[in-house]
């Protein structure tokens, strides 16, 4: 299994580039991806869409 993780800061491209990067991986290496947003795993443990300031739930996210 290959797992690649892409960081930035907000607004530098990295949804564009892990798209781009699957995209790529899946055409030419015939393997099957998927991008997964971090913030929206974050999101889903945190359904009252507090500020995304809590460690812990941030660890959680990275664990699932």
């Keep these: 299994m290959l ?7 907000i607004a ?23 991008v ?3 913030d929206l795993v974050y999101e889903t443990l945190d359904p009252r869409r507090r500020t995304k300031d809590n460690a812990d739930r941030w660890a959680e996210a990275r664990r699932v």
Excluded: H, M, R, Y
């Design 36 to 38: 997964i947003d971090l």
């Design 3 to 9: 797992v690649v993780v892409i960081s930035g800061p």
């Design 12 to 34: 530098s491209g990295k949804s564009a580039l892990s798209l781009a990067v699957a995209a790529q991986l899946e055409e030419a290496e015939e393997v099957a991806t998927a």
